[in-house]
């Protein structure tokens, strides 16, 4: 239950922070939060020989407006997330996703990008980013690149983040005007979805225009339900035809088995979550 | 009384010992071994009935686990209820929605078939299957 030793380096800016991974290779982990690195530390599941802590950056937190989007610094916490006015304003479904993510007291320690990065396929955050098309700003020794949502999540835990790299901001387009729900199912409360559903709907004289959707847990990464959004498309926000349309929910999916439920069972809710989603972001 | 009816209902339909098939315990944390918070739990009645103990000079009793006795048995009974309508007469413990879930599609989706749970209840009790096949 105690970690193994580490040297501890606490750099003040991403710069110091990239030349402390520069210069100790696979051999560090970063730290944001620590809501899901410490569990695995204490359990000696990893035992990294350097963590470098990203608490001491400032320009890593904040919330700012850029023309068309949304700039999320990385180590901003999902408590200043889910209250922040403009996420509110412009990113409705984040507020709907960090509301039901883990509890309070991980809310105030944990971090929008830490979460990400992490890539647990039962976050709660990556479907909601995959839906409404985030883009990663990663730095690195050589400057900045910018990754889209479809080609961040690469696999179980496993991200377009490379050796020596690190996620600064995350850039979420604005939805303003769209409605948005996050419909989660779980056995006890503020535990990892079992399946989860991140809906945003933009309705227009009770048709539904455009709408993003996606899954967590169904697969080894989020996963965009697209032919849902298709099939949503022009349709009234109705009962019927949404519940028609959110039986797609399972196309292109893979879900895991475990303890909460096997790969079958985890078809059945899907689309059951995905209409509740669609209809309570429809406001119907 | 409150800590002991929680416990009762949590083996109902979350705590379970999970070993794999090498024998080890795969339930071994809080992350998978399922505990209620007072999120997940009801709010409780609680009545007295006061007749004191004759074989102590306080008259008093243990109170501790009273609630853990008659509340697993009181939400399993009530969760195969709900579901007798799909001829489910038992779900083993804990009754997980995928268990619930599985237990419905294996009936034979006809409460009156041989071999289901005898009414351990009034016959004429209110609401006992309405919407069938719903």
């Given at each position: 239950m105690i970690p193994v030793q580490f040297d501890y380096p606490a750099p003040t800016s991403v710069e110091e922070a990239l030349a402390a991974l520069a210069e100790h290779g696979d051999d560090a982990k970063v730290i944001a939060g620590g809501q899901s690195l410490l569990p695995v530390l204490?359990?000696?599941?990893?035992?990294?020989?350097?963590?470098?802590?990203?608490?001491?950056?400032?320009?890593?937190?904040?919330?700012?407006?850029?023309?068309?989007?949304?700039?999320?610094?990385?180590?901003?916490?999902?408590?200043?997330?889910?209250?922040?006015?403009?996420?509110?304003?412009?990113?409705?479904?984040?507020?709907?996703?960090?509301?039901?993510?883990?509890?309070?007291?991980?809310?105030?320690?944990?971090?929008?990008?830490?979460?990400?990065?992490?890539?647990?396929?039962?976050?709660?955050?990556?479907?909601?980013?995959?839906?409404l098309g985030a883009e990663f700003v990663i730095a690195g020794s050589g400057g900045s690149r910018t990754v889209a949502a479809d080609d961040f999540f690469v696999d179980l835990f496993e991200t377009a983040i490379a050796e020596g790299e690190l996620l600064t901001e995350i850039r979420i387009p604005k939805f303003t005007g769209w409605g948005a729900h996050y419909e989660k199912f779980v056995r006890v409360a503020h535990q990892w979805p079992i399946v989860a559903v991140a809906a945003a709907v933009k309705v227009d004289g009770g048709t539904i225009s455009e709408a993003r959707v996606g899954l967590t847990n169904m697969g080894s990464t989020p996963i965009r339900a697209r032919s849902v959004e298709e099939a949503l498309v022009g349709q009234p926000a109705t009962e019927d035809a949404v519940a028609s349309a959110a039986a797609r929910a399972t196309e292109g999916t893979n879900p895991p088995s475990d303890l909460n439920g096997a790969a079958d069972y985890r078809s059945h809710p899907a689309p059951v979550l995905t209409r509740r989603a669609v209809l309570a972001a429809a406001g119907a | 009384?409150?800590?002991?009816?929680?416990?009762?209902?949590?083996?109902?339909?979350?705590?379970?010992?999970?070993?794999?098939?090498?024998?080890?315990?795969?339930?071994?944390?809080?992350?998978?071994?399922?505990?209620?918070?007072?999120?997940?739990?009801?709010?409780?009645?609680?009545?007295?009935?006061?007749?004191?103990?004759?074989?102590?000079?306080l008259g008093t009793k243990g109170v501790g686990e009273a609630g853990t006795i008659a509340s697993t048995p009181a939400v399993v009974n009530a969760v195969v209820d709900a579901v007798r309508q799909f001829g489910v007469n038992d779900i083993q413990m804990p009754c997980t929605p995928e268990r619930v879930w599985r237990a419905i599609h294996a009936g034979d989706g006809d409460a009156a078939t041989e071999g289901a749970a005898a009414p351990h209840f009034e016959e004429d009790a209110p609401n006992r299957d309405e919407g069938a096949g719903a």
């Open positions: 204490r359990m000696r599941l990893n035992a990294p020989e350097v963590v470098v802590d990203l608490g001491g950056i400032a320009e890593l937190r904040g919330i700012r407006e850029d023309g068309d989007a949304l700039v999320i610094g990385a180590m901003t916490t999902h408590h200043d997330v889910l209250n922040d006015p403009l996420v509110k304003e412009h990113a409705l479904l984040l507020v709907r996703a960090e509301h039901q993510l883990a509890d309070a007291q991980i809310r105030h320690r944990g971090t929008f990008g830490g979460a990400l990065a992490h890539a647990d396929p039962a976050g709660d955050l990556g479907a909601p980013a995959l839906a | 009384m409150h800590g002991g009816l929680a416990q009762g209902i949590a083996q109902a339909l979350w705590e379970e010992a999970v070993y794999d098939d090498a024998g080890t315990l795969v339930s071994g944390s809080f992350v998978d071994y399922l505990l209620p918070t007072s999120a997940d739990t009801i709010s409780f009645e609680v009545d007295h009935t006061t007749t004191a103990s004759t074989t102590n000079t």
